[in-house]
């Protein structure tokens, strides 16, 4: 069997939900943990012709049901970053560079609690310094790794793949050919991967 992919862009508030619940479902079911692969939304959007429902008449539902969600999980009252959706690419480029040195959990889940549960703008590089401070990436690291060309094509790369396999959207987990794209068909990928 495959190991499973967990997709996700730390803009989205439904990746962030995924995010705080995947580690222990996979936990609780026994299964090895899936790997975590930054990717960019915009991207997704771009390449499938698509915009984000946060752009759009379906805002207001969309806002409620996240909180309902959180509510429903367990977790903190969602806390909106203004402004909401932001530019991620710099988070994005330090989950990439996190990845690379083995910190690619601890550092989304520290960035997404900094926008979702602080309400904290990503596009602000010091709020994504202080997501990498906890876990222990130096800023002065991660200032030059947002600039390195490697690092900027992994990300392209990444994102690029997850299009190929048919992501159009985050959250995503994939269990091999299988795509189960959103928060809500998290545990239909948790059961496949147990298959």
Request: net charge negative; glycine share 10%; charged share 20%.
């Amino acid at each position: 069997m495959s190991r499973a992919t967990f997709y996700y862009d730390l803009g989205s508030p439904y990746a962030y939900l995924s995010a705080e619940r995947i580690s222990g479902l996979f936990t609780e079911a026994g299964l090895e943990q899936p790997e975590w692969q930054p990717i960019l939304l915009g991207g997704l959007f771009q390449h499938f012709g698509r915009d984000s429902w946060a752009n759009g008449p379906g805002r207001a539902e969309g806002i409620a049901e996240v909180e309902r969600r959180a509510s429903a999980y367990g977790l903190p009252p969602i806390a909106w970053p203004d402004p909401w959706p932001g530019n991620t690419l710099t988070a994005m480029r330090v989950a990439t560079f996190a990845k690379q040195t083995g910190r690619t959990v601890s550092f989304s889940l520290a960035a997404f609690r900094q926008a979702f549960a602080a309400g904290r703008d990503l596009s602000d590089p010091d709020n994504v310094m202080i997501a990498g401070a906890a876990c222990e990436l130096h800023p002065r690291a991660l200032l030059k790794a947002v600039q390195t060309g490697s690092v900027k094509a992994a990300l392209r790369e990444a994102t690029d793949r997850a299009a190929a396999l048919g992501v159009e959207g985050v959250p995503a987990l994939t269990v091999g050919e299988q795509v189960f794209w959103g928060d809500d068909r998290l545990e239909a990928g948790l059961e496949a991967a147990a298959a």
